[in-house]
């Protein structure tokens, strides 16, 4: 939006600094300082027109659009506290669960399933949908889309896991029903659907 006020005004001050060089050309007055001007103007309006986001996710596929307005990021450098005092394993499961929960909410919700060790991530939002329904539909715009990136944060999530709560623990992404399009067991990636 910013830059959409900036190509205004510079297309405005294109046109002032225009009829001035005109007038200068005229009336025989110097022509230096309103050419400058008009280049100025002239380059800066060009740099905001390019710059709006029209352009500049033209050359773009939805995907790659979607994946990155939902900023796939796992907050994976998050290391998950937990306690060793008299709390039980299940009160520290609980606990990075909420840690996991709070730190995944823009992506979605995070649910565990105590009896097979898994923290499986919902998607709801709605970008991050977008982009998973376009890579199942084409599995080779993974890389355009970032999906790598996406995938390695969520691995170093499953470490941060293993290190907090120890071996045997899984993290799955999925989009409601739907079959996991990643699963993550201790640090390793064991299913990626678009890889």
Same mark, same amino acid.
């Not at 008299?86 to 649910?111: H, Y």
């Not at 170093?156 to 699963?183: H, M, W």
């Given at each position: 939006?910013?830059?959409?006020?900036?190509?205004?005004?510079?297309?405005?001050?294109?046109?002032?600094?225009?009829?001035?060089?005109?007038?200068?050309?005229?009336?025989?007055?110097?022509?230096?300082?309103?050419?400058?001007?008009?280049?100025?103007?002239?380059?800066?309006?060009?740099?905001?027109?390019?710059?709006?986001?029209?352009?500049?996710?033209?050359?773009?596929?939805?995907?790659?659009?979607?994946?990155?307005?939902?900023?796939?990021?796992?907050?994976?450098?998050?290391?998950? /506290?937990?306690?060793?005092?008299?709390?039980?394993?299940?009160?520290?499961?609980?606990?990075?669960?909420?840690?996991?929960?709070?730190?995944?909410?823009?992506?979605?919700? !995070?649910?565990?399933?105590?009896?097979?060790?898994?923290?499986?991530?919902?998607?709801?939002?709605?970008?991050?949908?977008?982009?998973?329904?376009?890579?199942?539909?084409?599995?080779?715009?993974?890389?355009?889309?970032?999906?790598?990136?996406?995938?390695?944060?969520?691995?170093?999530? /499953?470490?941060?896991?293993?290190?907090?709560?120890?071996?045997?623990?899984?993290?799955?992404?999925?989009?409601?029903?739907?079959?996991? !399009?990643? !699963?993550?067991?201790?640090?390793?990636?064991?299913?990626?659907?678009?890889?």
């Amino acid at each position: 939006m910013m830059m959409l006020g900036f190509a205004i005004m510079g297309g405005l001050i294109t046109v002032i600094a225009g009829f001035s060089l005109m007038n200068a050309i005229h009336t025989g007055n110097s022509k230096i300082g309103v050419s400058l001007l008009l280049a100025a103007a002239l380059l800066g309006t060009i740099f905001a027109i390019w710059k709006l986001p029209y352009w500049s996710n033209q050359s773009e596929t939805p995907a790659a659009h979607t994946a990155k307005k939902a900023q796939l990021n796992s907050h994976a450098d998050q290391a998950f /506290s937990t306690s060793s005092g008299q709390v039980t394993q299940a009160d520290n499961e609980k606990s990075v669960a909420q840690q996991l929960s709070k730190a995944l909410s823009k992506l979605g919700t !995070v649910s565990f399933d105590q009896s097979h060790k898994t923290y499986t991530l919902t998607v709801t939002n709605h970008d991050l949908k977008q982009t998973i329904a376009a890579l199942t539909k084409k599995p080779s715009l993974a890389k355009q889309a970032k999906w790598p990136r996406f995938v390695e944060n969520f691995t170093k999530t /499953s470490g941060s896991l293993e290190k907090s709560l120890g071996k045997g623990y899984t993290l799955e992404v999925r989009v409601g029903q739907q079959s996991p !399009v990643l !699963v993550f067991k201790d640090g390793y990636v064991v299913k990626n659907q678009f890889e």
